[in-house]
């Protein structure tokens, strides 16, 4: 009993010392005028910590929360005419599926033939999905669970890093270092009703078992509670504040227990891939938008491989369509999740019951 008091006195000890470099980094980039500080300073500050060494610690039950205020935000972002506009995003889709089929397909024959990777590692460290959801299915084909988390952290840090410095010096936009919202906190009710998008929402999603669930479940039950037109209200300022610290923080601890100097090479590999599929979504986002009557803009954010949080925040920043990118991703991390481990399991002739085989290991 002692041990377990002690084992979790640590744990929170190595906690508040991670949010509070998170936020430091938080406050220095907001300092010195980056975008999406909070979330960036947070991710780079906690990243080198990490990398150094240091015994960084994230608790998934605070990022949940954190996740889910950012679900009702983002659910917010969705209004009554969305509807009928979601029917005008299909060409978009149909490029958005094509362009993750080539950038799984490169990035694939780049970890396999340049870095060395197992077959089952390579496939699932290019499939820009859910981290959780590639780790657990890439595992149970055999793949590496650390080089294909360690390739998705790096990747996710890579987009994160670049996507808004690109538009704030590239494309001359303002990304201030938090999302517009409200100062202050919604009277009763409607805090009430925003509460509830989280307490039904999460456990909702975990029993459909849908991917980000934790985001995800939220930001449906905002979306609807907004298209109906039962209230307008967004979580405030602070509060999203305090969610980007925790998500770039989380992003950084994805790195603990790991030495720069052993895994390196693994990084290395990862973010050369990372800055490819960046450049790529750029290039067909200011190449094709103008073909299916698409703003450019909008088309990069969608097709960024980047998290649905991370990506959704950024476009909520710059006022660029934030339902329609949180809705591209959506679909992106579902049809990686639903159709990517068929595919492989298709290919390779790895049959289902082995899958469930190594899924009873774990």
Known sequence: MLMISLKRAGLSARLAGTLTLAALGGGFFAWIGTPLAWMLGAMFFTTTASLAGAPTHMSLILRKVMLAILGIMLGSSFHPEIISQAVQWLPSMGVMIGFVALITTLSYQYF????????????????????????????????NVATISMVHATRILVV???????????EGLHVPTLPPGPAGFPDLLDMTLLTACAVIGVPLAAKFRLPAGGLLGPMLLSAVLHISGLTSAA????????????????IGCRFAGLSLRHVWRT???AIGSGVMMVIAAAVTGIVVAPMIGDLPKP??????????AEMSLIALSIGSLTAYVSFMHLSRIVLVVMVF????RLVTGTSLAQSAKNDSVD
Do not use: H, K, N, W
């Open 341 to 344: 481990p068929a595919i492989f």
């Open 235 to 250: 979580p405030p300022s602070v509060l999203v504040a305090c969610a980007q610290v925790v998500i770039g923080a989380g």
């Open 299 to 308: 088309l990069i954010l969608a097709l960024a491989p980047g998290g649905l």
């Open 267 to 269: 990084i290395m590999f």
């Open 112 to 143: 396999r033939r340049v870095a060395g990777l197992d077959q089952a590692t390579a496939y699932f460290s290019s499939a820009p999905g859910g981290l959780t959801e590639m780790m657990t299915v890439g595992e149970s084909v055999g793949g």
């Open 160 to 170: 994160v890093g670049t996507i808004p410095v690109y538009f704030r010096y590239f």
